[in-house]
C-alpha cells in the first residue's frame, strides 16, 4: 500500500514517465500520432507528451536534426517514433509523409497539424507573395493534414487536432495574414468536424487557440526579447507567458478518449487573454 501511495504522490507532483518501475496513465497507450513541427516549441512539447503516455510518434519537420534529436529523446526515455521530413504546405511530401507512418505503424489515430510561421504585416505592408507564404503554411497545411488525416482514419476513428491562435479569434492590426490564416483554421476545423460526424467516421477534428507561449517562434518576432517578454506578460490576466506543455496538455486532452464528446470546438488556452 505505501509503495502505490507513493508512486500515486510521484505522479501528482513530477507527471508519469518511462522510468523502471514507474506506473504511466498511458492516456493514449497503443495509439499512433502524428505531429506537425514537432522539432521545436509547442510541436516537440507535443510529441514528447503523446509518447509519454503511451503513443508512437511521427515527429513531423523539415528540421532534421532537430527532429532526430526529439526521436532519439522518446526513445531513450522508453517510446517509439519515426522522423518524417515534411513540408505541409506540399501535397507530395504529405503523401509520402503517410506512407511513411502507415508503413511502420500500420495506422493513425491522432493527428496535430502544428506547423506555422509567424508573420508581423499590415493590410497595406504585406505584399501577395507573403501573403500567400503564410497561407500556404498556417492554412493549407492544415488543410492538407486534415484530408489525409481523415483518409487514413475512417475506417477505423481518431482524433484531429489543429492548432489555431487567440489570433483566430480576435484581429491585430498587424497580423493582417496570420489573422487570416489561424480564422481559417477555426472555421475550417468546425466544416470538417461535421463532414467527418455526418459522414460516421467516428473522427473528432477541434482546435487549439493558444496565447502567447515563449516558444522560439514568439521570441523570433523581435531583437529585443525582454522587452518584448514584458509586453507579452502584460496582455495576459493571468500575469505570465503560457509554457508549451501548457498546450501540450490541452493537446492530449483532445487526443485521448477522454474527449469523446468534443467536436469542432475550440479549445482556449490563453492566460486569459480573451477574456478582456
Known amino acids: 500500500?505505501?509503495?502505490?501511495?507513493?508512486?500515486?504522490?510521484?505522479?501528482?507532483?513530477?507527471?508519469?514517465?518511462?522510468r523502471q518501475g514507474e506506473t504511466t496513465m498511458a492516456r493514449v497507450s497503443g495509439?499512433?500520432?502524428?505531429?506537425?513541427?514537432?522539432?521545436?516549441g509547442i510541436g516537440k512539447a507535443t510529441?514528447?507528451?503523446?509518447?509519454?503516455?503511451?503513443?508512437?510518434?511521427?515527429?513531423?519537420?523539415l528540421k532534421e536534426d532537430e527532429g532526430q534529436a526529439v526521436v532519439a529523446e522518446i526513445g531513450a526515455a522508453g517510446g517509439e517514433a519515426l522522423f518524417v521530413p515534411l513540408d505541409v504546405s506540399s501535397e507530395d511530401a504529405w503523401t509520402q509523409a503517410m506512407a511513411a507512418v502507415t508503413g511502420r505503424f500500420g495506422r493513425l489515430d491522432i493527428a496535430v497539424n502544428n506547423a506555422g510561421i509567424a508573420f508581423s504585416g499590415t493590410v497595406e505592408s504585406t505584399d501577395?507573395?507573403?501573403?500567400?507564404?503564410?497561407?500556404?503554411i498556417n492554412l493549407d497545411g492544415?488543410?492538407?493534414?486534415?484530408?489525409?488525416?481523415?483518409?487514413?482514419?475512417?475506417?477505423?476513428?481518431?482524433?484531429?487536432?489543429?492548432?489555431?491562435?487567440?489570433?483566430?479569434?480576435?484581429?491585430?492590426?498587424?497580423?493582417?495574414?496570420?489573422?487570416?490564416?489561424k480564422g481559417g483554421v477555426r472555421l475550417f476545423t468546425k466544416?470538417?468536424?461535421?463532414?467527418?460526424?455526418?459522414?460516421g467516421y467516428k473522427i473528432r477534428v477541434n482546435s487549439v487557440h493558444p496565447g502567447y507561449i515563449w516558444t522560439p517562434m514568439v521570441q523570433g518576432l523581435t531583437a529585443d526579447q525582454a522587452a518584448a517578454r514584458e509586453k507579452l506578460v502584460a496582455l495576459h490576466p493571468i500575469g505570465h507567458l503560457g509554457e508549451a506543455d501548457d498546450i501540450a496538455y490541452g493537446?492530449?486532452?483532445?487526443?485521448?478518449?477522454?474527449?469523446?464528446?468534443?467536436?469542432?470546438?475550440?479549445?482556449?488556452?490563453?492566460?486569459g487573454y480573451t477574456a478582456q
Not at 475512417?154 to 497580423?175: A, M, R, Y
Not at 485521448?256 to 488556452?269: A, N, Q, R, Y
Open 1 to 18: 500500500m505505501r509503495q502505490i501511495i507513493g508512486q500515486a504522490r510521484r505522479m501528482a507532483h513530477h507527471g508519469p514517465d518511462f
Open 191 to 199: 466544416s470538417a468536424a461535421l463532414h467527418c460526424a455526418r459522414s
Open 31 to 40: 495509439k499512433v500520432a502524428i505531429v506537425t513541427g514537432a522539432s521545436r
Open 142 to 181: 492544415v488543410f492538407l493534414g486534415t484530408k489525409f488525416a481523415v483518409a487514413a482514419m475512417k475506417d477505423h476513428g481518431g482524433s484531429i487536432i489543429n492548432l489555431s491562435s487567440i489570433e483566430g479569434l480576435i484581429g491585430d492590426p498587424t497580423l493582417a495574414a496570420y489573422n487570416a490564416s
Open 128 to 136: 501577395l507573395a507573403e501573403w500567400r507564404r503564410v497561407q500556404s
Open 251 to 271: 493537446i492530449l486532452y483532445l487526443a485521448s478518449d477522454e474527449s469523446k464528446f468534443m467536436t469542432g470546438s475550440e479549445l482556449v488556452i490563453d492566460g
Open 47 to 61: 510529441a514528447l507528451m503523446l509518447a509519454r503516455e503511451g503513443a508512437r510518434v511521427a515527429v513531423a519537420d
